[in-house]
Antibody, heavy 121, light 105 residues
Framework: EVQLVQSGAEVKKPGEPLKISCQGS????????IAWVRQTPGQGLEWMGI????????RYSPSFQGQVTFSVDKSLSTAYLQWSSLKASDTAVYYC??????????????WGQGTMVTVSS | DIQMTQSPSTLSASVGDRVTITCRAS??????LAWYQQKPGKAPKLLIY???SLESGVPSRFSGSGSGTEFTLTISSLQPDDFATYYC???????FGRGTKLEIK
């Protein structure tokens, strides 16, 4: 089955680090861009950025540049989203999503189930 | 940054109705537009890409149109499973609209 499976919900304190994961299966993981999307009740869906597993080329939204880091482990077909120091405002659901086509920008045709991150003291 | 303005934010309709949701881009995006459906607690699901191309497996009652800055998503005859929130997305710089919640009248 072609799917993206994300790691489970996290509850963290402000200032703590966090790394969440998104594992692809059933397709050529390294050949498709993986995007990260944040969803909060107040802001809807926000594109955070995108990474190409083949060579780890990364593009960050200006709103998230410097706030998060994307990475991949090709051997595990897994993409990661990490924070070095969480803030309460990072509380949200985070989705990974696969871009349809590699050679140009395109829509996201497959999504992970989402990871809920709660940051609270 | 390209802003996407969706309207209406909420839409009340009945089973069998024809409904249209509009999305306007702050600058031209050619046909680089997608529509997604999201149900509570679930990930978004791709319905339409390239403004008017139906994603595989999506019922034909869904259709998209437009180019440049004005786009529409139409559901020709609402089914009970269609009550959800719909988002447009431009994939020039990937921003999303704020969503349209489709409610049962």
């Amino acid at each position: 089955e072609v799917q993206l499976v994300q790691s489970g919900a996290e509850v963290k304190k402000p200032g703590e680090p966090l790394k969440i994961s998104c594992q692809g299966s059933g397709y050529g993981f390294i050949n498709y861009w993986i995007a990260w999307v944040r969803q909060t009740p107040g802001q809807g869906l926000e594109w955070m950025g995108i990474i190409y597993p083949f060579n780890s080329e990364t593009r960050y939204s200006p709103s998230f540049q410097g706030q998060v880091t994307f990475s991949v482990d090709k051997s595990l077909s897994t993409a990661y989203l990490q924070w070095s120091s969480l803030k309460a405002s990072d509380t949200a659901v985070y989705y990974c999503a696969r871009q349809r086509i590699t050679m140009t920008s395109d829509a996201f045709d497959m999504w992970g189930q989402g990871t809920m991150v709660t940051v609270s003291s | 940054d390209i802003q996407m303005t969706q309207s209406p934010s909420t839409l009340s309709a009945s089973v069998g109705d024809r409904v249209t949701i509009t999305c306007r881009a702050s600058q031209t995006i050619r046909d680089w537009l997608a529509w997604y459906q999201q149900k509570p607690g679930k990930a978004p699901k791709l319905l339409i890409y390239k403004a008017s191309s139906l994603e595989s497996g999506v019922p034909s009652r869904f259709s998209g149109s437009g180019s440049g800055t004005e786009f529409t998503l139409t559901i020709s005859s609402l089914q009970p499973d269609d009550f959800a929130t719909y988002y447009c997305q431009q994939y020039n710089t990937y921003s999303f609209g704020r969503g349209t919640k489709l409610e049962i009248k």
